[in-house]
């Protein structure tokens, strides 16, 4: 195992070093493909964009389970210091997704050489998870067609989870995200004359305000919902007051029937506030995310294979509000997503300082093992 550490760390600092964003995985995608080939497995590239999969086969079994990891990275500018530090400037490896496609390498690895199981394995290798779109579109290229699966299970590091900790829950464990924009547009004029027009800036402030009563108001207190602005962006100058003005921001829920909820409201408040100040809203709502929802037999399964591997194994106690792509292929199969430790002292995701944690890589690969044998036993 020691080698195997050492190799996946190899591999996690180079795909640190030359990040690339969504659906722009052109090096990344290249570098999966050429390692499992070198590892004997079956490869399809270019699955809806820049996705991979690779197929690793053993037994006679006609089952097929689905393990996955996301590749892109985001536009943030490092600051970590690390000398594998992003060589592509204003981009960067902030969520440890070179983590994930490290270990999930490492599993292909593993698998490939010692066996175990009895059935088919597919490496899914997704493109474009942060903004949601690349799950979508590997389904879209008839991901489930061409490469069929009947489960489906993913990881990801959690900061301030102790390295070697595993987690996870049955049902939902991570939130969808809408995002929406407000348009709202009036009549601009002279700062020193505000009756002479329709400006936007105080019903704009208004409506960001009003926007809070849908979650304290409109949402059951049994019910979790968060809905936030964002940006507020106008036409304005100091002198000038407004004639134009965008609300941007998300709304995070668990069920169809709230958001459904939260879009019902926020068009209501928007064209009131629109109508008593007598200007013109336009509302655009778009679901980019669905809640992930675990199968709480498969969340079982996952936490019983992960209990020999883990120095602790342990149930969420509530889901998180951020969202994840990983959950739209839970639409399609049962399955579970879960989370690994990348240690207390790790700065969280998203930020410029963040680093993947080298020490988690093997246990990553092991619980991805360890899951896809579970569920594809030798008989």
């Known amino acids: 195992m020691k080698d195997l550490a050492s190799l996946m760390t190899h591999w996690r600092h180079d795909l640190h070093r030359h990040p690339e964003f969504g659906f722009e995985e052109t090096r990344t995608a290249a570098f999966v493909a050429e390692t499992l080939r070198g590892l ?3 490869v399809a ?3 809806g964009g820049t996705g991979v999969v690779g197929t690793l086969k053993r037994g006679t079994s006609n089952r097929a389970i689905a393990l996955r990891a996301d590749m892109d990275a985001l536009r943030i500018t490092e600051a970590t210091g690390a000398d594998y530090a992003s060589q592509t400037p204003g981009t960067m490896h902030a969520c440890g997704h070179d983590g994930h496609t490290a270990m999930l390498l490492g599993a292909a690895k593993l698998l ?3 066996g175990g199981f009895d059935g088919t394995i597919r490496f899914l290798f997704q493109p474009a998870e942060e903004w949601g779109q690349g799950a979508l579109s590997m389904l879209n290229d008839g991901l489930m067609e061409r490469f069929p699966f009947d489960e489906v299970y993913g990881l990801h590091n959690m900061p301030g989870l102790p390295v070697g900790h595993f987690e996870t829950r049955p049902g939902a464990i991570m939130s969808a995200e809408d995002i929406f924009e407000i348009t709202l547009t009036g009549q601009g004029g002279h700062a020193s004359s505000p009756h002479w027009g329709r400006e936007v800036m105080v019903p704009a402030c208004a409506l960001v305000m009003d926007l809070q009563t849908i979650v304290s108001r409109r949402i059951a207190p049994t019910q979790t919902a968060v809905v936030s602005v964002t940006e507020l962006i106008t036409d304005g100058t100091r002198n000038a007051l ?4 965008r609300i941007l921001g998300d709304a995070r829920s668990f069920s169809p029937e709230v958001s459904a909820t939260i879009e019902t409201e926020m068009r209501r408040i928007a064209e009131g506030i629109a109508t008593q100040y007598g ?3 336009q509302v655009r709502y778009d679901r980019e995310f669905v809640p992930t929802i675990n199968d709480p037999e498969l969340a079982e399964a996952m936490m019983q294979s992960a209990a020999p591997i883990s120095a602790v194994t342990q149930i969420r106690p509530e889901p998180m509000t951020g969202s994840e792509d990983f959950a739209r292929f839970l639409t399609h199969v049962p399955g579970c997503f879960a989370f690994i430790g ?3 002292g790790s700065a969280p995701l998203h930020a410029p300082d963040y680093d993947f944690n080298d020490a988690a890589l093997i246990h990553g690969a ?4 360890a899951i896809a044998r579970a569920r594809l036993p030798v008989s």
Do not use: K, M, W
Not at 366 to 369: D, K, M
């Open 112 to 114: 490939a050489e010692e």
């Open 342 to 344: 990348n240690g207390e």
């Open 279 to 281: 200007v013109t809203a």
């Open 45 to 47: 590239e270019g699955i």
């Open 40 to 42: 004997g497995l079956e």
């Open 366 to 369: 092991q619980v991805h093992a």
């Open 242 to 245: 407004p004639g134009h003005a």
